[in-house]
């Protein structure tokens, strides 16, 4: 048997993610398409377990796909998504475009169609029969593909909000097109390692797959689901309107903030978590699952949240601590609790513009004139963390995973066709026509090229060379990372990491650093997003082709009309986007946080990272990340009965270490509870309501809570031009007078 047959067996995976896959033991469950006979009590494990039992392998091969729907309904909600999308890259509350979301209302226009629509004659070319699994997929597929507001957006608007640069629309599209599609290049070369074993399982497609199947697959059991799963949905539809508009109290309630009052800006800082950059939220709770979901409490491995609650735990005391000893300066300096922004010595905003010259490079005489920036101190040890856990990344895959690599490199095996798995979905999939390797080769080759081409139109970014160097590394963080994102879910971010090497390849060019890491960072997160996708084709069993089509279309799409609304938005709002505090409806911490890192590596790297600057520990987080799993690996080693040292993923702690001062933190408390209750209580006591409903559970509620918000956004909250402000009450305060937390009052700053 071959070593990727041995990988795959069922039996074989189970043992494998007990024994060899150290630190990637997760949890699974069983049938969702369980038979009425079928009662089983056994709670099982790993990824073989999660894939034969609660994954159906039922296919039907005569069912089409790419269909006339599929175009209409694909077209409209990748559409819809990107809009949406963008809106939320500006909200405080850093909330994502759901899947689920998407899911349900094309399942929902896709039957609507079907009934509405002739069949007989020539209408039955546009209408073939009921809507099926594999057309709501394709257009699942194509709408989340559209729904990611894409880094070179990100970079786009920064470039407009804080260096006066406004791009050719033609030039700010194809750089998008181009930094996206690299990225899917990537993943048809690692299908082979990342999309058709088995141990790749993508806990994050699991609810989808369930919901999928529920909706089109027959049965008593799968009425009865849907039945719940309606329940469910209308029931959090109704909810969010309470805690988001009439009632905010409840996205951060908090025993604490109501005692205090706001009198107290340590209880602020330590427990506030209402609004944007407040604090970090200890012991407060959200009743809002728009913010809960963002823990992933019902789909994400027990494994993988325990790390994350290890990581949030010691990070409350790390930044409570740091900030109160004033590491790194930034409490005797005055600067905010918060903020991702950067700041003058004196506390007031940075002028950055007072250092760069005409070319938007450091100026040296200007920079000695206006003295370094300053980062909050909660700001700096999180990007100290950020660079532990890429380190951490590394020697933790090099440490468990090592055999797995050599396996797909050894020889180019990942180049190879016709390589056989024995993972059940994977062999019903043969028979369709697999997507040729000279595909997602050319697509690699057009979209490279042109990356390079348009980084010579407007203002010089990179130069070609420079392109490629980015390039090769995204592909390796890929590789590495990949593993980490198939198996537990989690991403970890390599933003970080790439401006680290843009610094010293493009010394004092803050745009250039930005550029970099777009290509070096933006085109690896594409391919964990299209890996991803191939799997829930693979799961859903559509052809391949298919897949590939509704991916590279749903990028086109999702690029036009990002650009397009975030010209919108960033001219309607832009001194609110400039604030480094932000409001409660409008923050521009995401761009602000582009800006920071730009100007702090790619202009003054040399300034403030050297041996002996102020912030000189931060790219250390790079070695000390690479150095932690080696102590868990050696305890392992030493005591290998104890399960704890392969239980502990490393990179996961980091990064929850460094997660918290980021925007609003009401959703950590309640994530734990419910992430408790349901992956250790509930699958243990109860699995086969576990098996049939936890998955279900959070698409109804993911879908729900997506829908209302996004009503709510156009209709009271200010997108389409007006907000309507809820009377102002004890459960919802006038935001000029203190937080809806009660944990900030306006004497405090």
Known sequence: MSYSDSLTEPSKVLEHQEKDLKGFDDHSTESVEEAPFQEPEQIVRGAGDITNLIISDEDNPELPALTFRFWVLGIGLATFGSVLSEIYYWKPQNAMVSALFQLIISYVLGNAMHYAMPSTGFWRYLNPGPFNIKEHTCITIMAS??????????????????????????????????????????????????VWPTYALFPNQLPSISLLQSMHFGGLLNRKKMKYFWIVFWAIFCWEIIPTWIFPLLTAFSVICLADNGRSAVIR??????????????????????????????????????????????????????????????????????????????????????????????????????????????????????????????????????????????????????????DIHFQRMKVYKEVPQWWYGSLFIVSLSLAIGMAYVGINTLPWWSVLVFTVIAFILAVILGFIYAVTGFQIPTGGFVQVIAAYVH???????????????????????????????????????????????????????????????????????????????????????????????????????????????????????????????????????????????????????????????????????????????????????????????????????????????????????????????????????????????????
């Open 269 to 422: 800082n330590i427990f506030g978590a209402g609004g944007s950059n407040e604090g970090l939220g200890l012991l407060s709770f959200s009743f809002d699952w728009t913010l809960i979901t963002q823990a992933y409490p019902l789909y994400w491995p027990l494994q993988t949240q325990v790390s994350s609650w290890i990581g949030l735990g010691f990070g409350y005391a790390l930044m409570g601590g740091c900030y109160y000893a004033d590491v790194f300066q930034g409490y005797s300096r005055g600067l905010p609790f918060m903020s991702t922004a950067l700041f003058a010595a004196n506390g007031s905003s940075y002028d950055q513009s007072a250092i760069l010259g005409s070319n938007h490079q450091l100026d040296p005489a200007k920079y000695a004139e206006v003295g370094p920036p300053f980062m909050t101190t909660t700001y700096a040890v999180s990007l100290l963390m950020s660079y532990a856990s890429m380190g951490a990344a590394f020697s933790h895959i090099l440490l468990w995973h090592w055999t797995e690599l050599w396996e797909a490199f050894k020889g180019f095996n990942f180049l190879k066709s016709g390589q056989d798995f024995n």
């Open 507 to 749: 010394p004092q060019q803050p745009i250039q650093n930005m550029y970099a890491k777009m290509y070096g960072y933006n085109t690896g997160y594409q391919t964990f997003a299209m890996l991803s996708d191939l799997k829930l084709g693979q799961y859903a069993k559509v052809p391949p082709r298919a897949t590939f089509v509704a991916q590279v279309s749903g990028t086109i799409l999702g690029s036009i009309f990002n650009y397009v609304l975030y010209k919108s938005i960033v001219d309607a709002h832009r001194t609110d986007l400039i604030n480094p505090i932000g409001t409660r409806i409008w923050s521009g911490w995401n761009s602000q946080e582009v800006n920071s890192a730009a100007i702090t590596w790619g202009a003054l790297s040399a300034e403030l990272y050297s041996p002996g600057k102020t912030y000189f520990q931060i790219p250390l987080g790079l070695l000390y990340g690479f150095l932690a799993p080696f102590l868990l690996y050696a305890m392992h080693r030493l005591f290998p009965s104890q399960r704890i040292w392969s239980y502990l993923n490393m990179p996961i702690i980091f990064t929850y270490l460094g997660w918290l001062p980021y925007s609003v933190n009401g959703m950590w408390w309640p994530g734990l509870i419910i992430g408790l209750y349901t992956q250790w209580w509930v699958r243990t006591r109860k699995p086969r309501w576990y098996i049939k409903y936890n998955y279900l559970t959070s698409a109804a509620l993911d879908g729900g809570s997506s829908i209302i918000y996004f009503i709510l956004n156009f209709a009271v909250f200010g997108v389409s031009g007006n907000a309507i402000s809820f009377p102002t009450w004890w459960g919802n305060p006038d935001p000029s007078v203190i937080s809806v937390d009660h944990c900030m009052a306006n004497s405090f700053s």
């Open 145 to 194: 593909t559209a729904s990611v507001t894409a880094t070179a957006i990100g970079i786009v608007a920064t470039l407009d909000l804080f260096y006066g640069v406004t791009l050719n629309p033609g030039a700010a599209i194809f750089q998008t097109f181009a930094s996206q599609l690299i990225g899917y290049g990537f993943a048809g070369l690692l299908r082979t390692l990342l």
